[in-house]
Nanobody, 124 residues
């Protein structure tokens, strides 16, 4: 059974930084893709960033390129370093895992496990 638990959200002023963490309970990630999604009030959930656990390759949505960095360590934790935050970055950030996806990058429907989310609020 896979569990994902996010932490690190909070309130920050525009231009500031936050680092989100997502801890996974399982120890084998050779076939996993880990990703961050976010959802603002009244809006659809959107993809933010993903990392291939085995190879370490990364993919970002255009709006966060150059500002956000996704990374992982060897303790089954994925991070999202968020710099130069903007009010538009406000939302609930959720970690997700896709297991044994056969392609390059999974669609949203291929993510098998989801955390409950952590709130990020950026004030102007």
């Amino acid at each position: 059974q896979e569990r994902l638990v996010e932490s690190g959200g909070g309130l920050v002023q525009a231009g500031g930084s936050l680092r989100l963490s997502c801890a996974a309970s399982e120890r084998t990630f050779s076939s996993y893709v880990l990703a961050w999604f976010r959802q603002a009030p009244g809006k659809e959930r959107e993809f933010v960033a993903a990392i291939n656990w085995r190879g370490g390759t990364r993919y970002y949505t255009d709006s966060v390129k150059g500002r956000f960095t996704i990374s992982r360590d060897n303790a089954n934790t994925v991070y999202l370093q968020m710099n130069s935050l903007e009010p538009e970055d406000t939302g609930v950030y959720s970690c997700a895992a896709s297991v044994n996806y056969g392609g390059n990058w999974p669609p949203t429907s291929a993510y098998n496990y989801w955390g409950q989310g952590t709130q990020v609020t950026v004030s102007s």
